[in-house]
């Protein structure tokens, strides 16, 4: 059986948006649906990124306008910031939707565009506010066919955050329908806290994630594979492999519900695919 699994990197970045403490560590899971909300936007993201790269300020300025607004204040901003426009297929019609990553002195931003018969609409913004913004945007944004019914491919991002003496990230996966975009699964990937154990001074846990072949699932399902180890005090940073000898904390299976459109917890399979994650760890562990 073959499996994706999503790693995340030992660096980590940080978000204005906090953590859970150790005591609410929460499992991975599906969520309530949450929709991103949608604006139209007054320029096509090609003419949007052309702006921002001129060598003019006012023209960066107007570009600026364009993405975040007529209030938006530019005068630090002396340079054109790094941008990334990509075209991809995110949703089930023949025209291409457009991802502009954007790199300015306080945050990584990502915005979602999706064309319309009245112009185009920015359907989802991403940004990760960060004091250590060495994530790359491989890292934060990511395209991956999960379902698999040529409707596009899925959006993985990534969002990094501390809380109390805790530091990781949060992955959630949206999917474009109806030029909406639709959260429909978000876990904590990464966490980093301190430890209250002697000779341990950090908790560290980590959340696999497996989507075996369609073909052998009867649809699509992801495995959620959350294993957690203690760091030596010994040890300042957490090495990659140190997870691999730590314990399970949770195994839970998810199955695409397209009537609910989201991935919803599938008891009944757990015990068959998790069962496959443990020997397939058991195997490398060796």
């Known amino acids: 059986m073959r499996f994706l699994s999503v790693f995340l990197l030992a660096a980590c970045g940080v978000m204005s948006q906090g953590l859970p403490s150790r005591s609410s560590r929460e499992a991975p899971r599906s969520v309530v649906p949450s929709i991103e909300p949608r604006e139209q936007v007054d320029a096509d993201p090609l003419s949007i990124l052309q702006k921002l790269q001129s060598r003019s300020a006012t023209e960066r300025h107007i570009g600026y306008q364009w993405l ?17 426009l990509s075209f991809i297929q995110l949703d089930q019609d023949s025209d291409l939707e457009a991802v502009l990553l954007l790199d300015v002195p306080t945050a990584k931003v990502a915005f979602v565009f999706d064309s319309a018969s009245d112009g185009w609409w920015r359907v989802g913004k991403f940004d990760n506010r960060v004091r250590d913004v060495r994530q790359s945007f491989e890292r934060m ?19 990094w955050g501390y809380g109390t003496g805790v530091r990781g990230n949060r992955l959630l996966i949206y ?32 959340t696999f994630l497996y989507f075996p072949d369609r073909g052998q699932t009867q649809g699509p399902i992801l495995i959620a594979h959350q294993m957690e180890a203690g760091v030596p005090e010994s040890q300042a ?21 397209e009537k609910f459109f989201r991935f919803l917890q599938d008891q009944r399979s757990r015990k068959q695919f998790c069962g496959l994650i443990a020997q397939d760890g058991a195997s490398e562990r060796r």
């Open 68 to 84: 975040f607004g007529k209030s938006i204040d530019t005068r630090d901003i002396k340079a054109a910031p790094a941008a990334r």
């Open 141 to 159: 944004i990511e395209f991956r066919d999960l379902v698999g019914d040529n409707d596009g491919n899925d959006l993985l991002v990534r969002k």
């Open 175 to 206: 999917r474009l329908k109806g030029g909406r975009l639709h959260r429909v699964f978000e876990t904590i990937e990464e966490q980093v806290d301190a430890a209250n154990e002697p000779g341990i001074h950090l908790l560290y846990l980590r």
């Open 237 to 257: 940073l957490v090495p990659e492999s140190m997870v691999h000898r730590g314990r399970t904390v949770e195994c839970t299976v998810y199955r695409w519900d």
